[in-house]
């Protein structure tokens, strides 16, 4: 059962986030990216729970062929690019506009998705916990594209209230959750683009498909969303490529619903592929990834726990349905 919020407690955490952000905001935005890393450096020395975690998950993702230096240098980067991706949600409304978003942004592989995006139908989008994936959305809704994020609000209703006010700039709508079936059902038949992040874990009844040769609980709701109404699923991302503000935005496979119509069972399948996507973006650069997230968390039921963090588990990340339970593309 979870504990009643405390409404002043809420209130003043919420107020010292938004001091915070008007104090980065005097600072112009690589100095601040700096000391973004600087705080992710502090992160990785004192957490040591979340070190640990991550190097455990990296050697689960690569096995042996990780040294003790490499696990020590790209779970230091992936904490910094949480980081550093957190100071830039504050900064991104106001450098990502119609007119500047390609000083900040260059686009690869991305005509198959313009392909799809353009028509008169449905899309899905999705994307990990991997580069910005704030960034994907709030660029293809600065492009004019309608596209509308699956979220999960924050329990702190000021702070929520804050962060929306945020990701809504720039056309970006955004969808909770809870509900979210039937209005998601909506906004692909109005011929709009939804988008989802997808390697949360799904509990027990999701679908248990490889993720770096090791089964992971994966969404359900994704695969029949796009069965039932019949439209194309684009797999992107938003890597960084520099210390700076500057990301690539990279499609790497754009599923189309001609692709499983004659698979034995098409769910699996397009739940496997995407995922497979998903793991080959983050293998360009996996500093990149949220290494510290329990994608492998729940087990399928012949298996024990892979590793002692995801024995443990956290409260709040298991959905036991299946279904949706994170921020997508906002």
């Not at 999705?126 to 709030?138: A, I, P, Q, R």
Request: aromatic fraction near 10%; hydrophobic fraction near 45%; charge should be positive.
């Amino acid at each position: 059962m979870a504990r009643p919020r405390n409404n002043l407690v809420d209130y003043l955490t919420c107020l010292g986030v938004r001091l915070v952000a008007m104090l980065f905001g005097i600072f112009p935005i690589d100095v601040n990216l700096r000391t973004a890393r600087w705080m992710g450096w502090v992160w990785y020395k004192v957490m040591r729970r979340h070190r640990e975690r991550a190097r455990e998950h990296l050697r689960l993702a690569f096995g042996p062929s990780l040294s003790d230096k490499d696990l020590a240098e790209l779970t230091l980067k992936s904490m910094q690019q949480m980081t550093m991706m957190a100071v830039e949600e504050l900064f991104v409304p106001r450098l990502i506009t119609e007119w500047s978003w390609p000083r900040y942004i260059t686009l690869k592989n991305v005509r198959q998705a313009m392909d799809v995006l353009i028509r008169p139908r449905g899309v899905i989008l999705v994307t990990g916990h991997y580069g910005n994936w704030e960034l994907v959305g709030f660029t293809l809704a600065t492009l004019g594209f309608p596209l509308t994020a699956v979220m999960r609000p924050l329990d702190n209703p000021y702070l929520n209230r804050f962060l929306m006010d945020v990701r809504a700039k720039r056309g970006l709508k955004l969808l909770y959750k809870k509900g979210a079936s039937a209005s998601a059902a909506d906004v692909l038949r109005g011929g709009g683009v939804l988008g989802f992040i997808a390697d949360q874990n799904a509990g027990h009844k999701g679908l248990f498909v490889d993720f770096f040769g090791v089964k992971a609980s994966t969404y359900k709701s994704i695969g029949l969303l796009a069965m039932a109404h019949d439209v194309p699923i684009v797999v992107g991302c938003a890597r960084r490529t520099s210390k700076r503000f500057r990301y690539e935005i990279d499609c790497n496979r754009v599923i189309r619903p001609e692709e499983w119509k004659d698979k034995p069972d098409p769910l699996m399948w397009i739940t496997q592929e995407y995922t497979s996507a998903i793991e080959r973006l983050i293998r360009v650069a996996p500093e990149q990834y949220l290494w510290i997230h329990r994608r492998w968390k729940s087990r399928p039921k012949d298996e024990g726990p892979v590793t002692r963090s995801m024995a443990a588990g956290a409260p709040g990340e298991e959905n036991e349905e299946g279904e949706l339970t994170d921020v997508a593309f906002g």
